[in-house]
């Protein structure tokens, strides 16, 4: 206990300094003990590194009592906003977290939940029609009980099923936790939420009746690079752009929030190439790719994706509403 005290509050006194100077600090011990050490300092914090994530939240009456009538800065105190550890992988890894230290009292309305995906403004990556899991299962809501304490675990232990999980907390007064991030490679990725703002994406049913979305968090520019997507009879022997009639189809569109569900559609790619085809660009606040297999072929599409800006405006094939 009294090690992560300690702990908290030298990370506390650093963190002000910001990251050189905490580097600078952290020569003085023998070894890099403290090098994956992560101090969560938004309300949103974006995670896309493995290592121990520290959050504390303390009181800060002191600070004030002198600008703030007391009564005012205990209510400032209690507002309780919902906050998150979204954490993002390489698209073939899924996202571990495991709480080393969580101090969050259920008494006082702290609540902490792991997501399976990542939630925004109510709407979940990936969508939960798209999902092999119910949401319920997906969200694991937790807090320290101290009634039953110290009889109940205080270990918890999670993983999600694609490369982005999420971690909520709410902690009204005080209270701190330790989150542990690590990443482990998976051989078959579905849903994939996009971090690199240029890259290409491999999608793939492995001969699977399931539903697999690529999303990015950003209007983008997208391009079919090589896709194989349902049978010879359907396709041909060359790409379709107009295979909205088809079940087997790339859905390529955009939305203004995270369920792709809700997506306008842009086209509706089939057939077979080995070339690039042209590009695209979607105006949307999220872009998405969306891969729909019956089960029936080994479809497979390589998707360049790449961040658009007002140069893309002549190739826009959707622009969402503001
Ligand atoms: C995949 O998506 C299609 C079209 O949205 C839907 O009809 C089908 O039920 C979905 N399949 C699975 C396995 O979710």
Redesign the pocket.
Known sequence: MKAIVFLSFSLIVLSVKGWPMVKKSFDFFPNDAYAHIHVISDCMHVASEPGDYVFKKVPHLMANVKEMPLVEAALEESTSEVCGLYVIGEPDTIVEITMKHYDVNCATGGLMAFVDGWELNGEYFPGI??HHRELEERVVEFCNNYKQWPRVANKKFFRSSQNAALLQYRIPFRGSFIAHVRFHKITQPCNVLVQDTAAIFNMANFGN???CTLTALFPAAVAVTSLKIGGKNVRGDKVNYDCGAF?DRLEIGGSSGLDS?AMEKASDVCGISEQQGPEQAIFCGVTTA?L???GRYQNHAAIMLRKADENDLDIATLVCAL
């Open positions: 029609k798209d009746q399931r539903n079940e569900h969306r729909i297999s019956t």
